[in-house]
């Protein structure tokens, strides 16, 4: 079976109707089935997401994007400068 990708507004809107549901007196595994997820990924989303509104979540994702440019970028200058300092010792 393959992945479904959810957008954060949809993850936060099902996070939102399992609580609703929790409070109502359904248990957790009822709940997941209702909104067609895994109990692992519910559990998941809601440590990632939990109490979040969706412009926070969208200010997360975007911070998140830009770490992991930043971490490239830090990754290939950190290769230059080991490559720039092999040659300056002659060791090619």
């Given at each position: ?9 949809q ?5 939102r109707?399992?609580e ?32 979040l509104?969706?412009d926070?979540a ?17 990754a ?15 060791n090619?």
């Amino acid at each position: 079976m393959g992945k479904k990708r959810h957008t954060s507004e949809q993850i936060i809107f099902m996070l939102r109707e399992a609580e609703v549901a929790l409070s109502q007196g359904k248990t957790v595994q009822e709940v997941c089935r209702g909104i067609s997820i895994t109990e692992q990924t519910y559990y998941r989303w809601r440590k990632e997401f939990g109490g979040l509104k969706v412009d926070q979540a969208k200010k997360l994702k975007g911070l998140e994007r830009e770490n992991a440019r930043l971490k490239l970028v830090v990754a290939e200058l950190h290769l230059d400068k080991a490559i720039l300092q092999e040659a300056l010792r002659g060791n090619f």
